[in-house]
């Protein structure tokens, strides 16, 4: 396993520990809801939704991380400010945790930004993301909310190496930092098999070695446009979710803080494995501990047995 010289920094998000060395917290995981094709989204213009499945879905979520240890943080996406308005006021109802919202509608984030700090929000809410398309509009208002929790992108079409990445990844936490963020997660943007897959994990390091702040992950999006799976023989579900699971695990494996794992239907599937490699990784950090004579609280599954 991994040990980095640089000191690791942890940041609390509304009650979620993400950061620190491989093994000192668990791996948190990154569930979404409504999002286009779930079965719960009845329309995601008006943010209509089957809200005893959405419970469901959510009642797992919690369950497995009693079960397992490992933190689960929601997602909700919102395509209009009216939907965000419905998934955000029913979700901070029906769960305890820290939310992340994001959109492809900018409209619609400032929405959110606004209504999270209205609602008293802020020590929840995780704003998803300082990138590099973002206007200054949306910048000034996340300024001056009292929002300080956020994901940061460090994604350009134009950065397609390590160094160029991480040129991006510091500018955009330079940026971040202007905008009051005080928590961040850094996620250098996974993309999909064939497009660039797997410089994401080389650059995790790179972010864990030089920066020392938290990571974070989409590595569900690798397998999104694979030609393979969409092959006959190849494009059911099942198959599907095993490319999720194994590019989920694989980034827990290269020192991914949280991860975001898509729809939560499939939560016990990626938390189940998750906690297994959260055992490989506890157990082979103590024992490189040991060897070098470092003194530093781990993580101790809950699955061990």
């Not at 959405?54 to 979520?61: H, M, N, S």
């Not at 901070?92 to 400032?110: D, H």
């Not at 994990?201 to 974070?216: D, F, V, W």
Request: glycine letters at 8%.
């Amino acid at each position: 396993m991994f040990v980095f010289k640089k000191e690791q920094q942890v940041f609390d998000f509304g009650g979620v520990k993400i950061g620190g060395q491989p093994g000192q917290n668990p791996t948190v995981l990154i569930g979404g809801l409504f999002f286009k094709g779930q079965p719960i989204v009845e329309s995601t213009k008006e943010g209509r939704f089957d809200k005893r499945l959405t419970r469901e879905w959510i009642e797992t979520g919690v369950s497995q991380t009693k079960e397992t240890g490992h933190p689960l943080i929601i997602q909700a996406y919102g395509r209009t400010p009216t939907a965000m308005e419905n998934h955000i006021s029913w979700l901070a109802e029906n769960y305890e945790g820290p939310f992340m919202f994001e959109s492809t509608s900018a409209k619609a984030r400032k929405f959110a930004i606004q209504y999270c700090e209205e609602q008293g929000l802020e020590d929840r809410a995780i704003y998803n993301s300082i990138n590099l398309s973002m206007k200054d509009a949306e910048k000034d208002l996340l300024s001056a909310s009292k929002l300080n929790m956020a994901v940061v992108l460090g994604w350009s079409p134009r950065a397609t190496t390590l160094p160029d990445r991480m040129t991006t990844i510091e500018s955009m936490i330079e940026d971040a930092e202007g905008m009051g963020i005080t928590k961040m997660v850094v996620d250098p943007a996974t993309m999909p098999v064939g497009a660039g897959y797997g410089l994401e994990n080389r650059t995790m390091l790179a972010i864990k070695s030089e920066l020392g702040l938290p990571t974070c992950l989409g590595p569900h999006n690798a397998p999104s446009a694979w030609k393979l799976l969409k092959k006959e023989g190849f494009d059911d579900e099942s198959t599907h979710l095993s490319a999720v699971v194994a590019s989920t695990v694989a980034s827990q494996l290269f020192a991914t803080d949280c991860i975001m794992y898509g729809s939560m239907i499939r939560t016990k599937e990626v938390f189940v494995a998750v906690a297994l490699i959260g055992n490989a990784i506890a157990a082979a950090t103590a024992e490189a501990n040991r060897a070098l004579g470092i003194e530093r609280s781990l993580f101790e599954p809950r699955t061990i047995d």
